[in-house]
């Protein structure tokens, strides 16, 4: 079945390094969601990427959607403490709406 | 805007028992997603429903059930409670769709299996 997968499964950064996740997809999707969750907290969306190529930025956040529509990254530059949390991306899943396959995660510890 | 809304927050049962959660969606939203997460198996998607009926299904066994109701207020049964099933069920709203749309998602249902 579709699957949906992502590295590093954890990641340490010292407080004002980069970091980035990558995503990566068996299929084509039609889309690409992120999402973060803070510890003891719930997925909370950051954005949708939907066109080929397509780069998004939020602040120090940046989003992109490979060519193919397989692969995603998200990079933050110069981490802060308030970062610290979970990273998933999640594309539809196959056939009619209503269900996302999640990535297995991305956690960010940051130390100060 | 009220946000998703899952009762209770903690649950704690015994193997063999059964439970049911419920979740509120965000006013005007129409479909909501449960999903179970594990520190092993991450984030997986049990069922969808839209207009009260069951639109998409995932790998779960037939122990796993739900409903929706006019409302658009959704409850989730888990029948025959096993160890495994230790989890943080969560539930999502969107408005017509979670393929296409942002998933709303509330705090979850913390389950623990004694």
């Known amino acids: 079945g579709q699957q949906v997968m992502q590295i590093p499964q954890y990641q340490h950064v010292q407080e004002g390094e980069d970091f980035t996740t990558y995503c990566n997809s068996s299929t084509t999707l039609s889309n690409i969601q992120w999402y973060k969750q803070r510890p003891g907290g719930h997925p909370v969306f950051l954005i949708q990427?939907?066109?080929?190529?397509e780069v998004k930025k939020q602040k120090r956040l940046t989003f992109q959607f490979g060519e193919a529509k397989k692969n995603s990254s998200l990079h933050i530059t110069a981490t802060q403490t308030t970062d610290v949390g979970t990273y998933f991306c999640a594309g539809p899943g196959g056939g009619s709406q209503g269900n996302l396959i999640f990535g297995k995660g991305t956690k960010l510890s940051v130390k100060p | 805007k009220a946000g998703v809304t899952q009762t209770p927050r903690y649950l704690i049962k015994t193997r063999g028992q059964q439970v049911t959660l419920s979740c509120s969606p965000i006013s005007g939203h129409r479909s909501v997603s449960w999903y179970q997460q594990t520190p092993g198996q991450g984030l997986q998607f049990l069922f969808e429903y839209f207009s009260e009926t069951q639109r998409n299904k995932g790998n779960f066994p037939g122990r796993f059930s739900g409903r929706q109701f006019s409302n658009s207020r959704s409850e989730m049964n888990v029948s025959t409670l096993e160890l495994g099933d230790s989890a943080l069920y969560l539930c999502?709203?969107?408005?017509?769709?979670?393929?296409?749309?942002?998933?709303?998602f509330g705090d979850g249902t913390r389950l623990s299996i004694l």
């Open positions: 999502a709203s969107s408005l017509v769709g979670a393929g296409g749309e942002p998933q709303h």
């Open positions: 990427l939907v066109k080929s190529g």
